[in-house]
């Protein structure tokens, strides 16, 4: 469940949220004569699923770009701010393509092949081998590896590394769960500064080139859980707690120059990076700085403008719907679209409204009035009709069912014949909205007015912006619809990484789960498909999202997320990555 900053339209209206979870399928555009994507239309990126498949053997160097040179600075402008670049807690996708892409190489990674994922090696020699139980990993560490400051990665130091992690009020605040679940002793273990003299059981070293991963539970997706930030090395030697993020250690082609926490940070080449131990990245532009908290409008009128370092620079965030006919017209060759891993719901409390009136509420629901109202743009979505992503490994589209098909004004008419056949009419629906966000108060608007002409009694209860995130995080909250998380972008591209966190029921204290659904028959369905290989259980995951929709209804998708990029004119090669939704940041050069 990795945490991203998008601009949603969610139950709550149009809002910047926080959204649990991390990170597609189809092309991400053909390159254009600066080599960004000039496919804008991307209805057919979001039809077929990324293959989750591996290559264990695959080594470095990685191919070079096709006429890229080396040189230059890019600058990339990113409207969120993450609250950390501390290896131990990056959970935010923007943080994590940074953390990842440029800084700190993990056990295992992902090369882009064809728009879609390959699990392959990165300081790990393979992708992991399990045991026949499934309860150890073992994975052998390539030799030779340096830090940026020309020391050699030890052993020990992925031991460190993800001992760190448990230091959940510290440098782990923020970061993955689940070693706490999966790593033995990690339901009980504190870290290395709580608990200075206890072992951690979950983690052990066979000689100096071989760590072994002791669990609890068979995870037969673990290797993917290895290209986490958390996997990446540290030596305790170097360990200067809260204040690691400022100049860490790195193993990537970039080391850190600066940073100022929620304002930049420059990034210098790391010297001691070799190339040809690594298969995925590579390393152009001589300096690169990233500006966070970044106004987005601005930000993507001087990119398009080209204006100063506008020319040198890429935006990650969606495009202002105010540029959307420059980028899909004259300027079309400055702005890249694919899919993400992300998908929004319209939650409905699953323990509060009877199954027949969220069918009613689907069918009553006011897609395009709600996303003209907020300011939506086109480029940003495309309407979903399941759960999971189509860059899901083994995701398949099923036809649109009637209550739920992403689009269109909504039936009232429809729903209100449910409401009376159940003598349900004037059923309230009761909900949280932002009352000071225009935008948001629009989008409330239009879906007040439907779901009044469908039949329904709304109490809408306004609420800040400063209180929304943990107004809709209360699952005990006086209303029935709106709470849970407003959307969900995979760790990885398995359904393990998907509907047990958002189905499960485990999720419901901390607002982590869709629909407040908890079902025991799904719960055992789940735990057999998740012991399962996960090639083997990818069409068991897309059956199951079918039933969930069809049979239980917990909520209703709204919208899969698209990924785009606006850039200057000097930057090339802007391809877009369905796991970071954003580009794929090493492939990037400037002229």
Not at 67 to 80: E, F, N, R, V
Not at 165 to 190: C, I, P, R
Not at 310 to 338: M, R
Not at 358 to 370: E, L, S, T, V
Request: aromatic content about 10%; proline content about 8%; glycine content about 8%.
């Amino acid at each position: 469940m990795r945490w991203t900053k998008l601009v949603v339209l969610t139950a709550t209206g149009a809002t910047a949220v926080s959204l649990a979870a991390c990170s597609s399928g189809g092309p991400s555009g053909s390159g254009s004569s600066n080599g960004g994507s000039s496919n804008n239309t991307a209805a057919a990126q979001q039809t077929t699923a990324a293959v989750a498949a591996t290559d264990p053997t695959l080594t470095g160097p990685a191919p070079a770009i096709k006429g890229a040179k080396t040189g230059g600075t890019l600058y990339i402008d990113d409207g969120s701010n993450p609250p950390t670049m501390d290896p131990a807690g990056i959970y935010y996708i923007d943080s994590n393509a940074y953390a990842t892409q440029y800084l700190y190489r993990t056990l295992t990674q992902y090369k882009i092949v064809d728009g879609k994922p390959v699990l392959v090696p990165d300081l790990a020699t393979n992708v992991g081998t399990p045991s026949k139980d499934g309860l150890t990993w073992t994975f052998k560490i390539k030799p030779g590896l340096k830090y940026s400051d020309g020391s050699p990665v030890k052993i020990q130091d992925f031991v460190y590394g993800m001992e760190r992690t448990f230091d959940t009020k510290g440098v782990g605040a923020n970061g993955t769960n689940y070693q706490m679940e999966f790593l033995k002793g990690g339901s009980t273990y504190k870290g290395p500064y709580a608990q200075p003299n206890v072992k951690f059981p979950g983690v052990t070293t066979k000689g100096n080139d071989t760590l072994i991963f002791h669990l609890t539970k068979p995870m037969p997706s673990f290797n993917y859980f290895a290209s986490f930030p958390e996997f990446s090395p540290v030596p305790k030697a170097k360990d200067t707690k809260g204040n690691y993020q400022s100049n860490p250690v790195t193993t990537g082609p970039y080391k850190v120059q600066s940073f100022t926490k929620g304002q930049k940070m420059i990034l210098v080449r790391n010297t001691n990076w070799n190339a040809k131990t690594d298969p995925v990245r590579h390393a152009y532009p001589d300096k690169i700085q990233i500006n966070f908290s970044v106004e987005d409008l601005p930000s993507q009128q001087r990119i398009l403008a080209n204006s100063g370092v506008g020319a040198n620079t890429v935006n990650i965030d969606p495009i202002d719907s105010s540029l959307a006919s420059k980028v899909t017209g004259a300027q079309k060759n400055q702005f890249a679209l694919g899919p993400s891993s992300c998908v929004y719901y319209i939650e409905m409390d699953s323990r509060k409204i009877p199954l027949d009136i969220r069918k009613a509420i689907g069918y009553a629901w006011p897609y395009n009035q709600m996303r003209k109202a907020a300011g939506l743009s086109s480029l940003s979505y495309q309407p979903a009709t399941t759960f999971a992503a189509p860059s899901l490994q083994g995701f398949k589209k099923y036809p649109a069912l009637p209550y739920a098909t992403g689009t269109g004004n909504g039936d009232p008419a429809k729903a209100k014949a449910i409401l009376k056949k159940d003598h349900k009419l004037g059923f309230q629906l009761s909900y949280y909205y932002q009352s000071d966000k225009p935008t948001a108060v629009n989008a409330n608007n239009a879906k007040k007015a439907a779901l009044k002409a469908a039949g329904f009694t709304v109490k809408d209860i306004p609420v800040s912006t400063a209180e929304i995130e943990k107004k809709i995080a209360d699952p005990n909250a006086p209303v029935n619809m709106g709470q849970g998380t407003p959307g969900w972008c995979y760790d990885w591209p398995t359904g393990d990484s998907v509907y047990p966190v958002l189905f499960n029921g485990a999720g419901i204290p901390s607002g982590l789960s869709v629909g407040q659904f908890k079902n025991a028959a799904v719960n055992k369905e789940m735990d057999a498909i998740g012991a399962m290989d996960p090639s083997k259980a990818a069409s068991k995951w897309a059956a199951l999202d079918k039933e969930l929709l069809t049979k239980y209804v917990p909520s209703i998708p709204d919208r899969y997320a698209m990924n785009s990029a606006t850039f200057g004119k000097n930057v090339h090669n802007v391809t877009m990555n369905p796991l970071i939704s954003m580009p794929s940041l090493t492939d990037l050069w400037v002229s």
